[in-house]
């Protein structure tokens, strides 16, 4: 059967909404928003009707209805750590993501609470696919060397994930719990991560300052250098949070973060521009190396999906240093929407189950501690 899916995402100026037929997409389109509009909302809950009426007054100018449809599906965010899959969105979610309760406030969270406003007024049923803070870490991946501080992740779990389960599909003719995998997303936040049988079991927190750098992100780098650079530069605890996500990469050395304005000055022979570029490509192949050896170098494909995966020299660069451990498939852009939407179609046809968020951590502590 080919069910009728909505996906909605809503991101900082703008919600992106797409209409699928089954697997096929039949409508998308980015709904914009004025800033200036947005601002006048001092909390980001309070831009539902908004944002509700202009994706409803964008569906009438293109001659379209939600009549039919099955299934409405929304980012998933504000939510605490919860296993992969796809969740019935209910009224803890739906507290949690008005709240906020993970800490981060960000316009993922009107996800869940627009597809249940479409859901409610058109008699359908509303999910969340694979929500920011899916975490699936084995236990070594857990523990650190200070006592009560643990690792997490924060990764783009939704599209690692679906570029996995299609991989598995449509080139092995397997299941994604059947196969191993090594799966990048390389755009401007770059998420390396183990995938062992279903389960994403590694990778690492790019919110947090791990992994590779990236056009706005700092990346792993030593404790001891990040105090002696607070120190020396008199930064404060703020302005190294900013550094994670918003002025580290590619900003922090050149001030910009289009990648392709990077390769531009690079090919003209900017010397910087040509290391910054070759220095995160070289991260991403270490990163890629660790998540093969933690999966034991058991490794059915290592997958580069994202915006950045468009360049054919970071591609071939990645490809020549990583072949020997599997096979390398690049998959350009993002799904995202058609990640939603197969998340939905797979619990509508019973090949997943449905999950229920309980409004627990993942995980806490070792019992033993």
């Known amino acids: 059967m080919a069910y009728r899916i909505f996906a909605i995402n ?199 300052g791990e992994g590779p750098m990236a056009p706005t992100r700092c990346g792993s780098i030593s404790v001891y250098d990040l105090l002696d650079y607070m120190e020396r530069e008199n930064k404060d605890v703020k302005a190294v949070r900013k550094l994670c996500t918003r002025e580290g990469g590619f900003v922090s050395h050149l001030g910009i973060s289009d990648a392709i304005e990077l390769t531009e000055r690079a090919a003209n022979g900017d010397r910087y521009a040509d290391m910054v570029w070759n220095t995160m490509i070289y991260q991403i192949i270490k990163g890629i190396g660790a998540m093969a050896a933690a999966l034991h170098g058991k490794v059915d494909g290592i997958l580069l999906g994202g915006g950045m995966v468009h360049n054919k020299d970071l591609v071939a660069k990645i490809t020549e240093a990583t072949e020997f451990i599997a096979p390398v498939t690049a998959y350009p852009g993002e799904f995202e929407m058609e990640a939603m939407a197969a998340g939905a179609i797979r619990v509508l046809d019973g090949e997943e189950p449905l999950k229920k968020y309980s409004g627990k951590k993942v995980f806490e502590k070792f019992d033993f501690e």
Not at 24 to 41: G, M, P, R
Not at 44 to 68: A, V
């Open 10 to 208: 809503p991101g900082s100026t703008s919600t992106k909404v797409a209409m699928f037929d089954g697997e096929t997409c039949i409508f998308s389109k980015n709904v914009a928003h004025d800033a200036s509009e947005l601002a006048k909302y001092s909390d980001m809950s309070d831009q539902l009707p908004y944002r509700r009426d202009m994706i409803l007054d964008l569906l009438k100018e293109e001659g379209l209805t939600l009549e039919g449809v099955d299934a409405f599906v929304g980012r998933g965010g504000g939510l605490l750590s919860v296993e992969g899959g796809t969740y019935e969105i209910d009224d803890l979610i739906l507290k949690h993501a008005r709240t906020c309760a993970n800490g981060v406030v960000h316009p993922a969270t009107l996800g869940t609470q627009l597809a249940n406003e479409f859901a409610k007024a058109y008699g359908a049923k509303a999910f969340t696919v694979n929500p920011p803070d899916t975490e699936e870490l084995q236990d070594l991946a857990r523990m650190t060397g200070i006592k009560g501080v643990y690792r997490t992740v924060h990764l783009h779990a939704l599209n690692l994930k679906e570029t996995a389960i299609q991989h598995s599909r449509k080139v092995l003719g397997k299941k994604y719990e059947e196969c191993n995998y090594v799966v990048c997303h390389i755009g401007g936040g770059i998420s390396v991560s183990a995938h062992r049988a279903g389960r994403m079991i590694d990778g690492y927190d790019i919110v947090g």
